[in-house]
T-cell receptor
Framework: SQTIHQWPATLVQPVGSPLSLECTVE??????LYWYRQAAGRGLQLLFY??????ISSEVPQNLSASRPQDRQFILSSKKLLLSDSGFYLC???????????FGDGTRLSIL | QKEVEQDPGPLSVPEGAIVSLNCTYS??????FMWYRQYSRKGPELLMY????GNKEDGRFTAQVDKSSKYISLFIRDSQPSDSATYLC????????????FGAGTRLAVHP
């Protein structure tokens, strides 16, 4: 069966510091991969998605970037964090288009 | 107007009650409908996945889609305290890369 791992679970970073969040999927090949941000009491906002190695599409212009160096690895990065980057970041995968997405347990990011 | 509207609650019910959770949407192109359950500080977990209109049942959970009214529902029978969570509806249209549009989520509390 497929599993998704995200780490770290919690992260506290100062303003202006860099960021790297990692997500890996096991048990499947060539999944679609997604990064979301969830603000308190609000729905999920899609940040990036990828349908293959090296292919990244951005949904929202922002201070963040994403990369997919390997088939089942998805990384969310920033060179300089802003206070507004605080939130709950979720990685997800799906087998194909129009198939349900499956989520990791997220990273709670606090910027001080 | 948001593409997907969902009452944030909170909804508080006694154990054993039948719970009805609902979402309305504006985009008639949506064909795929999902319900996710999210416990505090965890990622969303897929509960139900339906295509087009109709009902789908899985144990104590029933999902209904009424495309003519642009309205979807999730019913929980014999609710348990372990059902206390936030429930998110999500939907997508055919084609593209499987962009899910989420409701903001309804918080449910089932008290013994």
């Amino acid at each position: 069966s497929q599993t998704i791992h995200q780490w770290p679970a919690t992260l506290v970073q100062p303003v202006g510091s860099p960021l790297s969040l990692e997500c890996t999927v096991e048990g499947t090949s060539n999944p679609n991969l997604y990064w979301y941000r969830q603000a308190a009491g609000r729905g999920l906002q899609l940040l990036f998605y990828s349908v293959g190695i090296g292919q990244i599409s951005s949904e929202v212009p922002q201070n963040l970037s994403a990369s997919r160096p390997q088939d089942r690895q998805f990384i969310l990065s920033s060179k300089k964090l802003l206070l507004s980057d605080s939130g709950f970041y979720l990685c997800a995968w799906s087998l194909e288009n129009n198939q349900p997405q499956h989520f990791g347990d997220g990273t709670r990011l606090s910027i001080l | 107007q948001k593409e997907v509207e969902q009452d944030p609650g909170p909804l508080s019910v006694p154990e054993g009650a039948i719970v009805s959770l609902n979402c309305t949407y504006s985009n008639s192109a949506f064909q795929y409908f999902m319900w996710y359950r999210q416990y505090s500080r965890k990622g969303p977990e897929l509960l139900m996945y339906t295509y087009s209109s109709g009902n789908k049942e899985d144990g104590r959970f029933t999902a209904q889609v009424d495309k003519s009214s642009k309205y979807i529902s999730l019913f929980i029978r014999d609710s348990q305290p372990s059902d206390s969570a936030t429930y998110l509806c999500a939907m997508s249209a055919p084609g593209g890369y499987n962009k899910l549009i989420f409701g903001a989520g309804t918080r449910l509390a089932v008290h013994p």
